[in-house]
């Protein structure tokens, strides 16, 4: 378990408490004011919003079909994202994104002396077992965002922004499961 | 009325693509500044003590929400055109508690996780995998599920729809409400901060 | 201590716009506001009318790019129509499948309906609306039944080919006892057959 630790955190002297030194990042309202205008260029320029859990599905659906293409093409879920056979992974508006997300993270990182190969995590837990949490988590986030059509960026963010019933409702929701289920692993943060 | 110019064909797939990238590009550089790379940031939300992901999105969602429906009064934009879900009531709500649930488990969500493995964070990159694999869960499951997956519909619905308001009243009614959780979110970080302190 | 100053200026433009929208109304109002100055304009380019041979020509390359409306009543639509065309009532417009970014073009009998849902459309701000120059009287006399005696040798061959093609048939001067107002041409196709409509229905998903 340690020898995990010094291999994939850089820095030992990792385990902080849940903090935050302001000068590190920028004033939350003026980045998301910011955020919000590259959401209306996306919605004045292209009509559509941003989303991050739709880039996943296209890779996910991608390779099943490479794999096992009739398997794919039987279920409605993977074909959806694939189109007939004339679509391309890198043709889709939200892998583009996504990798552009990619590079807007790694740019503003860099800028900031804020790139390190590292594992976020609280004070109290082993990087094992952040790390297998971390896959749960994501795997559930996953689920949900295909059952909701969508993920924080996709439904909270571009749906709230037009007034969407059902964005708002998951919204809601997202806020609600959290604050429910954060006593029960606040072992992982704080 | 131009807006937005790629429904009316002012130019085609190709440049949609590139601005696909440079968007995603605004989108991740404004995600990283906010500091939502790093999971403990996200996940204090959840504990009171740094409200930046309410803070955050709230404002983004009021900006982008003033800019659309002001550009929609004054016949810039053609609000119609641009593109949303319809509601599925059920699926959403059940998809949102598992979502949440998932959040402060795995301390991201998609989009974040992305900027996260972007600037080196292990877990953020294992959190991006775990994403793949739940998706693929669900698309095994697909078959089975997808009663549930389309029940509750209740078509392309809005707030202001819904709710049989003018869209300007819910416009008004959504900030006043984000400003309150602006106020509220300020008072308890402090009370939290005095809290610690007091320790 | 955080100076509050920038949070402070950002609350300050939320109130603002926050009131203005609560008093501002509804982006999707149900009074249209007429341009006349835009209006006007508009009218002079040129670019708002199709005549018959024009859409037969459009019509007969198979080109998609466009709605074509029929404004008459259903009874008429019914029939004979312009092949393509889809049965809207000026009623219905605004509340129809149209899209203010397609290509629309109007016609009803002659020019005076058309000429109403026109004005219409363009102060809902559809971006590109068209009538069909005298209507379907106008698709009578160029396009299925058109005189060609005073026409030239080779425009006469074309004007008689496009006749023939939607079933028409060219006048010949010489019959003038021929009845003034032919039948029009029985329709075989199945009724309701609406062009694919341009780029909004295409296959792409835009979801997240």
Redo the contacts between chains.
């Keep these: 378990m340690s020898v995990l630790s010094d291999i994939l955190v850089s820095d030992k002297h990792h385990s902080e408490a849940v903090s935050h030194s302001p000068k590190a990042y920028s004033n939350p309202y003026v980045t998301g004011v910011a955020l919000g205008l590259v959401l209306l260029a996306a919605f004045v320029l292209v009509g559509r919003g941003l989303g991050a859990s739709g880039a996943v599905s296209s890779a996910v659906a991608t390779v099943v079909s490479s794999v096992a293409p009739e398997h794919a093409k039987a279920n409605s879920f993977y074909s959806s994202y694939l189109g007939g056979g004339t679509f391309g992974l890198f043709k889709d508006w939200l892998v583009l994104e996504v990798l552009g997300v990619m590079v807007g993270g790694f740019l503003s990182g860099i800028l900031a002396h804020r790139i390190k190969r590292t594992v976020e995590k609280g004070p109290r837990i082993s990087v094992r077992n952040r790390l297998f949490f971390a896959f749960i988590g994501g795997g559930l986030m996953g689920f949900g965002a295909k059952l909701a059509r969508g993920c924080t960026s996709g439904q909270a963010l571009t749906g709230g922004a037009l007034l969407n019933l059902g964005s708002w409702a998951f919204m809601m929701m997202v806020f609600a499961g959290a604050y429910a289920t954060a006593y029960f692993v606040r072992r992982l943060w704080i | ?9 002012f130019f085609g ?1 190709e440049v ?2 590139v ?17 939502f ?5 996200l ?5 009171f ?2 409200m ?1 992901v309410l ?19 004054f ?1 810039i ?13 059920l ?21 974040t ?12 990159l ?15 499951l ?2 089975l ?2 009663n549930f ?1 389309v029940s509750g519909s ?1 078509g ?7 709710f049989n308001l ?7 009614a ?3 409400m ?2 309150g959780a ?1 106020i509220a979110a300020e008072w308890g970080e402090k009370k939290m901060a005095k809290k610690a302190e007091g320790k | 201590m955080k100076k509050p100053k920038i949070e402070l200026i950002l609350a300050i433009l939320l109130l603002f716009f926050a009131v203005i929208a609560l008093f501002a109304g509804d982006p999707y109002s149900s009074t249209l506001k007429i341009n006349p100055m835009e209006l006007s304009l508009n009218s002079n380019k040129g670019h708002d009318k199709v005549t018959p041979t024009e859409l037969a020509e459009l019509l007969i390359a198979g080109d998609q790019e466009y709605v074509l409306v029929d404004l008459r009543a259903e009874e008429e639509y019914l029939q004979y129509f312009i092949p393509g065309a889809i049965n809207i009532s000026p009623m219905n417009l605004l509340n129809s499948d149209l899209m203010k970014n397609q290509r629309i073009i109007l016609y009803s009998s002659d020019d005076l309906e058309s000429g109403k849902s026109w004005i219409l459309l363009k102060a809902a701000k559809y971006k590109d609306v068209r009538i069909l120059s005298g209507g379907l009287d106008g698709w009578k006399n160029n396009v299925l039944y058109p005189e060609i005696q005073a026409l030239s040798e080779n425009k006469r061959s074309k004007i008689s080919q496009i006749s023939f093609h939607f079933g028409g048939q060219p006048k010949s001067d010489a019959v003038g006892s021929q009845t003034v107002s032919p039948d029009l041409p029985k329709i075989q196709a199945p009724v309701n057959v609406p062009l694919s409509k341009p780029k909004p229905a295409r296959k792409k998903r835009e979801g997240c």
């Design positions: 009325m131009n807006f937005p110019l790629f429904k009316f064909g797939d949609s693509l601005l696909a990238f440079v968007i995603g590009i605004g989108f991740g550089f404004a995600l990283e500044r906010a500091g790379g790093n999971a403990r940031l996940a204090a939300q959840f504990y003590t740094d930046r803070k955050v999105m709230f404002s983004a969602i009021v900006t982008a929400m003033f800019g659309v429906y002001f550009f929609g009064l016949g934009l053609d609000i119609s055109l641009i593109y949303t879900t319809d509601t599925f009531m699926p959403q709500v059940i998809g949102g508690l598992i979502l949440g649930i998932g959040f402060v488990i795995g301390g991201y969500c998609p989009g996780s992305a900027v996260s493995l972007a600037t080196g964070r292990i877990d953020g294992v959190y991006f995998i775990g994403v793949a694999a739940g998706v693929f869960v669900f698309g095994e697909f078959p599920i997808e997956f209740m392309n619905v809005s707030l202001p729809g819904y003018s869209y300007g009243f819910v416009v008004f959504v900030a006043i984000a400003l602006f």
